[in-house]
């Protein structure tokens, strides 16, 4: 049995973990928590009481939110180099996606537009600004923390791919050249193909 055990649906941000953990390669057990009931049952909300996934457990430990969990991993397998020299810059731009970026992308989606005399409140301003943050980190260098991948580029990217994907992010050339330079890693298509096999065929599967 394996020591790791990552508690996802196909179709949630477990896309996200099931990444990291192929990025990893350490053996790890994946367990499907389908909506409705049985995530909200009290069996799983003892491992997460917010009833969602994904949810990792490793040894006698449980961690939840998905920036949480890449990067725990990170650290916790520096053998896979997913952290970078500069933690400094690994922190900033992890918790910028986890925060404003997260934020900003769930309320536009819901169609809750900050007007100007709120931005001050929102502790992101205004999906302009986020998007114009993004955008100038990308044009300095080819990843987040620097010119190496970390998991950074795992999370966040995973954001940028989904938002590309499902028109939640306005394409533009740097936003796609830098989802061209990260999509085909072997970790995330085999983390992808595993997924994808396990959705009903008639749902949509994000790449």
């Known amino acids: 049995m394996s020591e790791i055990t990552l508690f996802t649906n196909p179709t949630s941000r477990g896309r996200t973990v099931r990444w990291m953990l192929e990025e990893i ?3 790890y057990e994946a367990v499907m928590v389908e909506y409705g009931p ?4 009290a069996e799983y909300l003892a491992i997460n009481p917010m009833g969602k996934v994904p949810a990792l457990r490793h040894g006698d430990k449980i961690i939840t939110e998905c920036a949480a969990i890449c990067t725990y991993l ?9 952290v970078p020299n500069d933690r400094s810059a690994f922190y900033r731009w992890m918790f910028f996606a986890a925060g404003p970026l997260e934020h900003a992308s769930t309320n ?15 502790g992101y301003g205004s999906f302009e600004d986020v998007l114009r943050v993004l955008n100038q980190r990308l044009a300095e260098a080819p990843y987040f923390c620097g010119d190496t991948f970390s998991a950074v580029d795992v999370y966040i990217g995973s954001q940028i791919g989904f938002g590309i994907q499902f028109g939640t992010l306005p394409v533009n050339d740097t936003l796609l050249a830098y989802w061209d330079r990260i999509k085909d890693r072997p970790a995330r298509l085999r983390a992808t193909q595993i997924d994808d096999a396990l959705i009903p065929s008639n749902l949509a599967a994000p790449h």
């Open 74 to 82: 990170a650290h916790t397998f520096p053998e896979a180099g997913l």
């Open 38 to 41: 049985k995530m909200k049952s």
């Open 108 to 122: 536009v989606r819901m169609g809750w537009i900050v007007s100007d005399e709120h931005k001050g409140h929102t």
């Open 25 to 27: 390669g350490t053996p």
